[in-house]
């Protein structure tokens, strides 16, 4: 599968995003998927993961409550709703696909696939 993220962006603290990651390919549903960011200095990090048919969803401590993560199989798109944006958010966002056995993957060993990252910056 070959991921594609969009929807980054510059926006103020306090204001929303919404990123899509688009793939290709008729086995959309078999992966489950998730989204990873990395800031400036720091290792790649959880954002949040979506179980194969959606039903399933779990995210990191820190977009709790603030961040939403949605598919839509019939359109091989998933998406990522990120509001009450902090400076912290500020990162490389990307999307990526596993074929592990579990509803839902936070470890970003687990994803063989992986789009080409989207720029998030939030000003503060």
């Known amino acids: 599968v070959q991921l594609q993220a969009s929807g980054g962006g510059l926006v103020q603290a306090g204001g929303s995003l919404r990123l899509s990651c688009a793939a290709s390919?008729?086995?959309?549903?078999?992966?489950?998927l998730g989204w990873f960011r990395q800031a400036p200095g720091k290792e790649r990090e959880f954002v949040a993961t979506?179980?194969?048919?959606?039903?399933?969803?779990n995210y990191a401590d820190s977009v709790k409550g603030r961040f939403t993560i949605s598919r839509d199989n019939a359109q091989n798109t998933m998406y990522l709703q990120m509001n009450s944006l902090k400076s912290e958010d500020t990162a490389v966002y990307y999307c990526?696909?596993?074929?592990?056995?579990?509803?839902?993957?936070?470890?970003?060993?687990?994803?063989?696939?992986w789009g080409q990252g989207t720029q998030v910056t939030v000003s503060s």
């Open positions: 979506i179980s194969r048919s959606g039903d399933a969803k």
């Open positions: 990526a696909a596993s074929t592990f056995l579990t509803p839902i993957v936070p470890q970003p060993t687990r994803y063989g696939y």
């Open positions: 390919g008729r086995t959309f549903d078999r992966y489950v």
